[in-house]
């Protein structure tokens, strides 16, 4: 069973950044999509970020520009510099690894908070 967990979230003000760090158990990590997710309670959760193992990255438009995300496969982590916050970066942040179509991983989430 893989285990994914999440840290670095916290309370900023709006312009401020916070790096979030999500750590995967296992040998699988290398060979899996490494995503961050979002959500609140007025929205449904939505794909922030994601990295292939290659390095390739995806951002959702509301991020590009501000967020960039990036993995290390020697410690099985990926991050997620989170630059320029505003208050509607507000959300709980997950942290999810895909190695295929059926198998995947979530994290438990990790609170982000912009004040403004």
């Known amino acids: 069973q893989v285990q994914v967990v999440e840290s670095g979230g916290g309370l900023v003000q709006a312009g401020g950044s916070l790096r979030l760090s999500c750590v995967a158990s296992?040998?699988?990590?290398?060979?899996?999509?490494m995503g961050w997710y979002r959500q609140t309670p007025e929205k449904q959760r939505e794909l922030v970020a994601a990295?292939?193992?290659?390095?390739?990255?995806n951002y959702a438009g509301s991020v590009k520009g501000r967020f960039t995300i990036a993995r290390d496969n020697a410690k099985n982590t990926v991050y997620l510099q989170m630059n320029n916050l505003i208050p509607e970066d507000t959300a709980l942040y997950y942290c999810?690894?895909?190695?295929?179509?059926?198998?995947?991983?979530w994290g438990q989430g990790t609170q982000v908070t912009v004040s403004s």
């Open positions: 999810n690894l895909r190695y295929n179509s059926v198998t995947e991983y």
């Open positions: 296992g040998s699988i990590f290398r060979f899996s999509i």
């Open positions: 990295i292939a193992p290659g390095g390739s990255t």
